[in-house]
């Protein structure tokens, strides 16, 4: 077992969490869809972003403090909710929401947790997301969608990108399936928590049997009927999309590709972010996941415009690694890196963070357009 104290970065944990995980488990966390491409492009877009940095700022005091929904967080960096994380430790999103509220941040809790809502608010006090992914069966999703309520929860983020499963191809060559002693804990008392083993992804065979595929933006409307908890749309990243959702009363929309996890060559997330904050144009926040590995990310993704970002895969390796401890350690990193850059930036509040703090290729072609 690796010393805690040896890791310096988040990326480091997944070749730990391979080395540990059994390789059906490491795969399905791991990959992306088909090609893969988006998957890379999710950290090389990042990496084509360059800072303008401010001088001579008087950078004693650093406060990454900031509001989310009107709750107030230590850090703009947010966990993603990530399905069957007790695949990665035996104590899986309960871990995970006790790291979390530790650090004074928010998480969010997938509709296919292996911990039911009930068990994850049972860990203490802490602010929570549900994520959402709607059912055929809508007695389900408003059960469902009233226990999160009931639990304490204080949004709900529709996942919008998955009227089918993309095709991982690890999980089709590894007839993915969630190990016997697991289930989707949400779901055991509505008999929809065990996965079948099938000829393809397990997971995707399920999906196809009780995801509905004919969700579409009046849906956005009957979920608020049933709910008074905020709404965020998680999956838009399109200008478009961005107008639909805002006009369909989304409270927030979070620009993601879900990892690369569904359609394989659309762009990153931090490629997609400036157009969708232009089309929100301040009318509800916008946020951002995919690829986030570094303070130096969240940092690049606050200049374009985004109200915070949240991690996915980074949570489930360091799970993997070193559980609760593990995704303590995982949240300090990228909090004492986001300091560091905002300092060096010469960004004292998070407030100060905005478009003149960051160059892109776009700019340099709009800048040479002019010359
Ligand atoms: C996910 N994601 C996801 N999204 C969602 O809405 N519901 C879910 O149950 C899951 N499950 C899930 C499992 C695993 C293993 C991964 C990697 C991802 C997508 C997730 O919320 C988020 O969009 C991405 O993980 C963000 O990208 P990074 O940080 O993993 O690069």
Redesign the pocket.
């Known amino acids: 077992m690796v010393n805690i104290e040896e890791i310096t970065n988040v990326t480091e944990y997944e070749e730990l969490a391979k080395q540990r995980l059994p390789k059906m488990a490491f795969d ?3 990959s992306g869809a088909e090609d893969q491409w988006t998957l890379k492009e ?1 950290r090389t877009a990042f990496e084509r972003i360059r800072f303008r940095p401010r001088i001579l700022v008087d950078v004693t005091n650093v406060d990454m403090t900031t509001t989310v929904l009107g709750f107030k967080i230590s850090m703009p960096i947010m966990v ?5 994380q007790r695949m990665a430790h035996p104590e899986g999103e309960l871990a995970t929401a006790r790291a979390v509220s530790s650090h004074g941040t928010i998480m ?1 809790l ?3 947790a292996t911990s039911s809502v009930e068990e994850v608010a049972s860990t203490g006090p802490g602010i929570r997301f549900f ?1 959402l ?1 709607v059912y055929k069966d809508r007695n389900v999703v408003a059960q469902l969608v009233r226990r999160a309520e009931k639990a304490g929860f204080k949004a709900i ?1 529709l ?1 919008v990108d ?1 009227p089918r499963l993309g095709r991982r191809e690890s999980d089709i060559k590894n007839r993915f399936v969630l190990p016997g002693h697991l289930t989707l804990k949400n779901f055991d008392g509505l008999d929809l928590g065990k996965m079948d083993k099938s000829q393809d992804s397990g997971l995707a065979t399920y999906v196809a049997g009780q995801i509905d595929r004919s969700l579409s933006w009046k849906d956005v409307k009957w979920l608020k009927t049933i709910t008074s908890l905020p709404i965020l749309v ?2 838009v990243i399109t200008a478009e999309d961005a107008h639909i959702a805002v006009e369909a009363g989304a409270a927030g929309i ?1 620009v ?6 569904q359609l394989d060559y659309v762009p990153a997330t931090i490629s997609a972010l400036e157009e969708v904050v232009q089309a929100a144009a301040g009318r509800v926040p916008v946020f951002l ?5 570094r303070g130096t990310d969240a940092l690049k993704a606050l200049a374009l415009g985004a109200a915070g970002v ?5 949570v ?1 390796f360091s799970l993997a690694v070193h559980g609760e401890t593990g995704v303590r350690k995982v949240l300090q990193m990228l909090r004492d890196e986001f300091e560091i850059a905002m300092a060096l930036a010469g960004c004292t509040k998070v407030s100060e963070i905005n478009r003149s703090h960051v160059e892109t290729d776009i700019d340099r072609i709009r800048i040479a357009a002019r010359l």
């Open positions: 399905y966390y791991a999710n993603a909710p990530t399905a069957f969010t997938s509709s296919w994520q992914y983020a996942t998955t998680k999956g979070i993601s590709n879900h990892g690369a996890r996941d995919g690829g986030v590995r949240f991690i996915g895969r980074p489930v």
